[in-house]
């Protein structure tokens, strides 16, 4: 079978794209062969006794990564054209769409509000990661009320236990206090070669999001929040449930927040803007068990 130009130049743009990542993946691997540590997974800032003596070791990891992933390869520079501001690597993983997910457990709309009005959006957040055109990720065990921000990426996996990063919904206000000038700043609690290896890097690793076998996460800093997501089907069954069990609480409230309270577009996992009325009347058609 003969190949066309335009089937050549796809094949050679693939194995460079491929050889790229494995330069950035090696640069990472060579800098963090002798880094190993495990630290105290609720102590998610790092500021108890104990796990002051891994913040260098951890600061290290999130730097060799950003030194792979920001690394601007030599096919990056065109002749006659302005020097490339950021890596084609760097590009890849910023288009990503990152989602942080609300706890199911308890009041849905106060986690919101706390997360959209008393989060320093300088520090970092945990966030799921989607392949733009994919259904966006929720992460098992996670609410069904999501926020996709805005942000600078400070490191990305595959895989939620390669990062590790701590309940920070655990910890207290006087840790985040320690870093009023800054924002909150998260690390991963641990980490090994073998973690290492679920890290992700750039465009190549779009597999490792689209046929997953974990849950992604990425640390986000600097964000802005974009839109709200929600996962459908499981809201409109949740709050069916909380309103039989306290009438009047639930889906009145929700409703009215979030077609007038929360000022942000309002889509599904597939990234399709809610009928916030239909679903409004979904919920309740399910709670009159379907009459």
């Known amino acids: ?158 895989s939620m236990e390669a990062l590790a990063t701590g309940y920070i919904g655990r910890a207290p206000h006087w840790q985040h206090a320690k870093f009023s000038n800054s924002g909150s700043p998260r690390k991963p609690t641990q980490f090994n070669p073998e973690l290492g290896a679920k890290y992700i890097f750039g465009p190549e690793d779009a597999p490792k999001l689209i046929e997953r076998m974990d849950s992604s996460e990425a640390l986000v800093a600097n964000w802005v929040p974009k839109r709200i997501v929600i996962d459908y089907n499981t809201a409109t069954g949740d709050l069916m449930d909380n309103e039989y069990q306290n009438p009047g609480s639930t889906i009145g409230p929700f409703f009215y927040a979030m077609q007038h309270k929360i000022k942000l577009p309002i889509v599904d996992r597939m990234g399709n803007p809610i009928d916030l009325k239909q679903m409004e009347d979904d919920a309740s058609y399910m709670l009159r068990g379907g009459q």
């Open 1 to 158: 079978m003969r190949i066309t130009e335009r089937q050549l130049r796809k094949i050679i743009r693939e194995e460079l794209l491929s050889e790229i990542i494995i330069e950035g993946r090696a640069d990472f691997e060579q800098a963090t062969q002798d880094i190993k540590y495990t630290s105290d997974f609720n102590d998610p800032l790092f500021v108890n006794p104990d796990s002051k003596k891994y913040v260098e070791p951890a600061r290290n990891v999130k730097k060799s990564w950003a030194m792979a992933v920001d690394k601007i390869e030599e096919d990056e520079y065109v002749e006659g054209e302005r020097t490339p501001k950021i890596s084609r690597a760097r590009r890849w993983i910023q288009g990503l769409h990152k989602i942080t997910w609300m706890p199911r457990e308890g009041d849905v709309l106060g986690h919101l509000y706390k997360f959209l009005n008393d989060t320093d959006r300088r520090g970092e957040i945990a966030c799921s990661l989607t392949v733009p055109g994919q259904e966006l990720e929720r992460a098992p065990g996670w609410g069904w009320l999501g926020v996709e921000v805005e942000g600078w990426v400070t490191l990305a996996a595959e």
